[in-house]
Each structure stands twice: as C-alpha cells, then as structure tokens.
C-alpha cells in the first residue's frame, strides 16, 4: 500500500466512522423539553459535542486503519489482482 493509498483509504475510513459516531449521545431539544419557538427544528441536537466526536472518530479510524493495515501488509488476506479493463496483460 502506498502512502497515497493509504491516505485516500484512512479519510474514506474516517468519513465512515464519523457518520456512525454523530448519532451517539446526542439530545435533541424534544427529547430535553425545550420549545423551539423561533422556528428550530426539534430534532435538533442540545449540544452536538462535535470535538469530542472528531477525536473519537480520529481514534476508532486510526485502530481500524491500522488493523485493516495489518492484515494486508502481513498477507492474512489476499486480494485478488485487478483486471486489465483494456485487456492488455
């Protein structure tokens, strides 16, 4: 895996984890009892706590980077070459 690959597959990784991540913990204002007379959605969270959810992202990417890292790099799964599509080899 080159280090551009590796690049492009970490923040594909991260922008997965972080879609899974954003769910968690939040409290939307109908669920706290605040009435949203100006307007704002109610499905709308309290307090999203995005840092806390971008370094948890940055965490969980990392580990399943580096896993996904290993069993390619120590050959626990081979993947299969990827066919010429102009069939020239």
Do not use: C, N
């Amino acid at each position: 895996m080159t280090i551009t690959t590796g690049v492009a597959i970490y923040l594909t990784l991260w922008w997965v984890v972080l879609f899974a991540v954003l769910p968690l913990g939040t409290v939307t204002h109908a669920e706290a009892g605040i009435d949203k007379r100006d307007g704002g959605d109610p499905g709308a969270p309290v307090d999203p706590k995005l840092k806390r959810k971008f370094l948890t992202t940055t965490w969980v990417s990392a580990v399943i980077f580096v896993i996904l890292w290993a069993v390619l790099h120590f050959g626990l799964i081979q993947l299969p070459p990827i066919a010429d599509p102009y069939g020239a080899g």
